[in-house]
């Protein structure tokens, strides 16, 4: 059997390791775009404020392929893909064919159309030593920026307090992760970014860059911000092009059943690029965490070996933003839920959102009060109604 993978994160990854578990003579081959051996992207933040050393991030060594027997071709990207006579052809000129072929291409940083020296992205290792590059190059003399209001956003403005810049953050929305929280939640990040010295402006949209080939400033809507490093951090965008002609179905991510089956035979999905069937929550959702990536690649694996398994997982991502612990479990899109339940207030210091829909819990935010996790995430594994929650 042939088992060939595109994308060597976690997803990828991960489903390889399974795959080698359960047949020790298949062939399994995984392409990846970038070249280093599976790392961490959860550890880069620690990396960057020096908590770890580099080497401390990556999860598998380079001999590990070969010990594993898996055909790691780092470097090589998908071009396109012929799901009817089932080749995939690679950036390198060859063309690989498949029994069964996994996607699991996460996705690409959105980026700015404009470039100079100061702007950074957060996704690759490579992005986390250009950062630190521009960090040990500017010193204290850096201004730092930070356009966006979501996940990377609250990484930045933890590397630069961490660096003691001060930091100006602009995002577009009126708060913080619009399609999730309510003002009042928003409303409680806001207050407490500024009460830790950064200076937030809602309602901006980025309009262009000041400076010759060194960034010096950005302009939005509102007015111009001077900063020699902007962080950029305005979500992720799948790359379906080397997908174009294969008759993959595409919506948000490559979409899939509960098995994370695709429309074309022999072609499966798994972790931040997958729109899948989720038979807990009830709808299609594309989840963008590390637990349910490693969770997706080792249940795929299995049903790619032809044990067929659905994926149930209820899983979670949490983040901290200045020391505000920040917790998003399951479905947590406002659009999506039929009531949402708010415990706690701006005046508490803590929020938690209740997403209900059809009767019963499908997710919760939690900021400020990560200790409202387990009974939410239980609640939402048993289909409780929140009635039946106990929140404090
Ligand atoms: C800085 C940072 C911090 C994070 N922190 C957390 C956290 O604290 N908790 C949490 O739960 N999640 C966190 N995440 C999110 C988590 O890391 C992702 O959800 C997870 O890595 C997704 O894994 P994946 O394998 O689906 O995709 P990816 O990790 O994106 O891997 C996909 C790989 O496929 C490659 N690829 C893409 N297209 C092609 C192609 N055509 N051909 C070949 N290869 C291709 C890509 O280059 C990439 O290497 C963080 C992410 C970042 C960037």
Request: charge should be negative; charged fraction near 25%; hydrophobic fraction near 40%.
């Amino acid at each position: 059997m042939k088992f060939l993978i595109i994308g060597g994160g976690v997803a990828g990854t991960t489903a390889a390791e399974e795959l080698r578990k359960r047949d020790a003579s298949a062939e399994i081959t995984i392409l990846s775009e970038e070249h280093h051996p599976l790392y961490s992207r959860v550890l880069l933040p620690h990396y960057i404020n020096g908590k770890i050393p580099r080497e401390r991030v990556f999860l598998k060594r380079d001999g590990w392929y070969a010990e594993q027997n898996i055909d790691w071709q780092g470097g090589v990207l998908a071009s396109h893909l012929d799901a009817r006579n089932k080749f995939v052809g690679g950036s390198d000129g060859r063309e690989y064919d498949y029994d069964k072929l996994l996607i699991a291409t996460g996705g690409e940083v959105r980026s700015l159309p404009e470039d100079l020296r100061g702007i950074s992205y957060l996704r690759m290792l490579d992005d986390a030593d250009h950062l630190l590059q521009l960090l040990t190059e500017q010193g204290e003399t850096a201004r730092a920026g930070i356009y966006g209001g979501g996940f990377i956003a609250c990484e930045y403005l933890n590397f630069f307090a961490h660096f003691q810049l001060p930091t100006i953050l602009a995002y577009r929305g009126e708060h913080f992760w619009t399609r999730s929280l309510l003002p009042e939640a928003g409303e409680l990040i806001a207050k407490h970014l500024i009460q830790n010295g950064v200076e937030v402006h809602p309602n901006s949209t980025l309009e262009r860059l000041d400076g010759d080939k060194e960034l010096q400033g950005f302009v939005t809507n509102t007015e111009r911000h001077a900063a020699t490093i902007l962080g950029v951090g305005i979500g992720i965008e799948p790359d379906f092009s080397w997908l174009r002609e294969s008759g993959i179905e595409v919506g948000r991510g490559v979409k899939a059943n509960e098995f994370l089956e695709t429309n074309a035979s022999d072609v499966y999905t798994a972790g931040d690029i997958a729109e899948f069937f989720d038979p807990i929550l009830g709808r299609q959702l594309q989840i963008g965490n590390w637990m349910n990536a490693m969770s997706q690649g080792r249940t795929v694996a299995k049903t790619m070996g032809g044990e067929r398994t659905p994926f149930q997982l209820v899983s979670s991502y949490a983040t901290n933003a200045l020391g505000l612990e920040i917790i998003f479990v399951g479905d947590v899109e406002r659009a999506a839920a039929e009531e949402i339940h708010v415990i706690g207030s701006v005046a508490d210091g803590g929020i938690t959102q209740v997403f209900e829909r059809g009767g019963r819990i499908v997710g919760g935010v939690l900021i400020g009060r990560n200790t409202d996790r387990a009974s939410i995430t239980k609640a939402i594994q048993e289909k409780q109604p929140f009635s039946s929650l106990n929140l404090l």
